[in-house]
């Protein structure tokens, strides 16, 4: 993936994969459009502010066969795109609250959301529209001491519904570590995430919260995060747990396997190849690369 003077491009934090195409967010908010074969940035979107085509905060990714669609955080919405990355319009999300992870589904969405409001509920199924058909999982919220406040639990991935072969959904409530199963009509209780508690609780550190689910062959791998170290749990078939531990590293310059999202039975990663990585300003580029791994 090379970047120019053109398309500038920094840090990815959420992909998408249509056909011959991957379209990547980054952390200069920019939509890119680029040529697995070639690798090269063939188009991009960015328009931050509050006009009709505008974005103020977006934080992933996800598509159908049509379209491409943008979940704006601060902005409370969902944006449009044809896949040659024209604006095609948006839809308010502002009957919810905090709205932090997408899906598509066949006739709609499912959201969720950082906290329950108004008989929201953690997650909501919507038409194409963003209009409410249906809640799940509510729940009392946890409240700021001597206050009616909702506690805000920041959610730090978009990667939290995984769609299986037979159609079925699988969906994650990182706030109550749980995973349910969504058939289409109804959301049933799968499993409580189970997560290596033998450690030391550090002062003033938040309790472990889920990075990103996958699911794989049938298998269910879910990335955690406790005092800035990456933990897994992995589930067979049966979503029996086999496997739960944390990351270990024998050299400091590796990283946790943590995909960007997951297309299919294909997950997607990067690294950067840039002298300096991590580079956000609108005068820098950085070259990466991706990795499409699928697994046996």
Known sequence: MNADDEYLLSDINSAYMNGNWIYTLDSNHKISKIDLKSGDIVGQYCQIGRGPQDYIF???LTGDDHYLYLLDLMGKAVHKF???????????????NATSSMFKTQDGFL???SFD???AGKIALTDNDGQIRQTFINKKEEQLPGTDAPVMKTIFTDQLFVQT?????LCFNPDGKEAYLYDGKDMDPLLRIDMDLNYEKKPQTPDPFVKQLYYVNGNVLINYSY??????????????LKASGRYDLTDDSQAPFQPLCQIGDRLIT???????????LPDRSIQAQIFIHRAK
């Open 227 to 240: 005092n800035m170290e990456t933990y897994f749990s992995y589930y067979d078939k049966n979503f029996k």
């Open 82 to 96: 044809s896949f040659d990355l024209k604006h095609q319009g948006k839809f308010s999300l502002e009957n919810m």
């Open 58 to 60: 977006p934080i992933g």
């Open 111 to 113: 959201f969720f959301n």
């Open 117 to 119: 409001s108004e008989g």
């Open 270 to 280: 990067f690294k950067s190849t840039d002298d300096a990585p991590g580079a956000v």
């Open 165 to 169: 072969p037979d159609g079925k959904v």
